[in-house]
């Protein structure tokens, strides 16, 4: 049977349609996708994200493993702070993209996607070796909630006594929920500003229904995959796979070569180079049709790319997607064929992200 | 339209035949389960459609799928509004968000497709 999250019971009781996600019994919408899409990029929206692996990691060669098997550089985190970076198999390529985070004095945790949570618990203890470290799978007795949205920090005023809007973006905090232990972290995946909550899983009920009461609107996975794509924040298993690296992905950002060794990093300095690697790039299709994952991308008739994900953006009321073309076309301006179900549609490479949310 | 009078499909596409022209839409089940239309694709007024054929698009912000004729005939008219404006179709899915009107020719009926009745009974067994 499907794992179910501690809210599970709400959402099945206000209408969520529930589809199988990852092993996860999800709602994807409530009401409309695109009118929750629309509550938070104008006001505040609310995801149950308990599905997320959370892992912890404490003992003296913590930082030590999250450097072996993390792209990015951990060890410059400060307490609290969070860090976005991809965990790479030998040859390069992505089995999962993640957050950092930098616990307060005793240790750190990652946050991981459901569909990878075993792949990479196995893959720590794989690579564990025998260093000093213990990792806990937390995902189970505990709850994980968004607040995403141009009023999300004003919503979450005095939730927990510690208050988010003191926090950096991308850093975290402990405190409390109702005495029990809560991390606030100002983190999130829709291009809003936000927060994400994590709590013991017997207090997640009643910190979703706080937040409901407040005015949050509750939102489901689908409005969450329009707002990633509008913001081009790649997803597991579209955009990035086992056959994928991060380079060719645009997220060379979140690789630093020169922090030492871990693992990847020798096949991603021969990657870095290699011009037949198709690279990630945005799509705005000329006309209404919604080029999805798999359409096959041409220029004059030749097969030069295939689309990631695609989808109707609400907030910028395009057809638009992301795909992967070989580095000739990523140039944006250039104009590609799109085989849309048969028929071919004109589409144009677009510079990401797709939407921007203005600066406060 | 009274949905009384209306015959369904099982692919969730309503008729009704009046002087032997089949006006054809959605049911609100159909919409309901789409949500979030944004685009229609619909045939030119000449084309022939055919019975258990698709003769047109709809599109979700989830997913897309075919619109099938339950009839064979000739496209007589389309309705253009739609092409503009697709959350017409959810607003009103048996009125005015009928999509095309369709000549089939004499002495054909809709006796194939079910009645109120039967539709409801078989999205029951599919809602849950």
């Known amino acids: 049977m499907a794992n179910r999250t501690p809210l599970h019971d709400w959402h099945a009781t206000h209408g969520g349609r529930m589809v199988d996600f990852a092993g996860w019994d999800m709602p994807v919408q409530y009401t409309s996708i695109t009118e929750e899409h629309q509550a938070v990029r104008n006001a505040a929206g609310l995801f149950d994200i308990s599905h997320m692996g959370r892992l912890t990691f404490t003992g003296t060669d913590a930082l030590d493993l999250i450097q072996h098997v993390f792209t990015n550089n951990a060890a410059t985190l400060k307490e609290g702070q969070v860090r976005y970076g991809l965990v790479c198999n030998e040859q390069g390529g992505i089995r999962d993209d993640v957050l ?33 470290v213990m990792i806990e799978d ?12 141009p009023g999300a920090l004003e919503l979450c005023r005095g939730v927990t006594p510690f208050d988010a809007s003191q926090l950096a973006y991308y850093y975290s905090a402990h405190t409390t929920y109702r005495g029990q232990e809560c991390v606030v972290s100002r983190t999130g995946y829709t291009g ?45 298993g579209h955009e990035l796979g086992e056959e994928i690296d991060p380079l060719q992905a645009g997220l060379g950002w979140a690789v630093k070569l020169d922090k030492g060794d871990f693992i990847g990093r020798d096949a991603l300095l021969r990657r870095r180079d290699d011009p037949t690697l198709r690279v990630r790039v945005g799509l705005e299709m000329a006309g209404k049709r919604i080029a999805r994952e798999g359409s096959i991308l041409s220029r004059d008739g030749k097969e030069i790319g ?55 | 339209m009274d949905q009384k009078d209306l015959r369904y499909s ?15 839409g959605i049911t609100k089940f159909a919409v309901e389960q789409l949500t979030d239309v944004v685009y229609i694709e619909l045939p030119d007024p000449g084309d022939n459609v055919f019975a258990g054929e698709s003769f047109g698009e709809i599109e979700s912000v989830k997913a897309v799928s075919d619109l099938y004729s339950p009839v064979d005939g000739e496209i007589v008219g389309i309705n253009e509004k739609l092409l503009d404006d697709p959350t017409i179709i959810a607003q009103d899915p048996f009125g005015k968000g009928w999509m095309v009107k369709i000549k089939i020719e004499p002495g054909q009926t809709l006796d194939k497709l079910m009645t109120l009745p039967q539709y409801e009974k078989q999205i029951a067994s599919q809602d849950h």
């Not at chain 1, 995902?139 to 994980?144: E, F, I, K, N, P």
């Not at chain 1, 005015?215 to 913001?231: I, K, P, S, V, W």
């Open chain 1, 100 to 132: 950092v985070y930098r616990w307060p004095t005793y240790g750190y945790a990652m946050v991981v996607n459901a569909s990878n949570r075993d792949k990479i618990v196995a893959w720590l203890a794989e690579h564990k070796g025998s260093r000093q």
């Open chain 1, 306 to 360: 295939r689309v990631a994900s695609g989808t109707f953006a609400p907030t910028v009321a395009k057809a638009i997607a992301m795909a992967y073309v070989a580095r000739g076309c990523a140039e944006p301006g250039t104009t590609l064929d799109v085989d849309v179900r048969g028929k071919s549609e004109a589409a144009r490479v677009v510079p990401l992200p797709f939407y921007k949310r203005p600066k406060a």
């Open chain 1, 138 to 149: 937390r995902t189970l007795d505990s709850a994980m909630i968004a607040v995403q949205g």
């Open chain 1, 192 to 236: 809003e500003d936000g927060v994400e909550y994590m709590v013991p899983a017997a207090a997640g009920a009643a910190l979703w229904e706080a937040l409901i009461g407040r005015g949050a609107r509750a939102c489901g996975l689908g409005a969450r995959d329009t707002l990633r794509l509008e913001a081009a924040m790649p997803l597991y």
């Open chain 2, 10 to 24: 099982a692919t969730h596409e309503w008729a009704s035949l009046e002087g032997g022209v089949v006006t054809l």
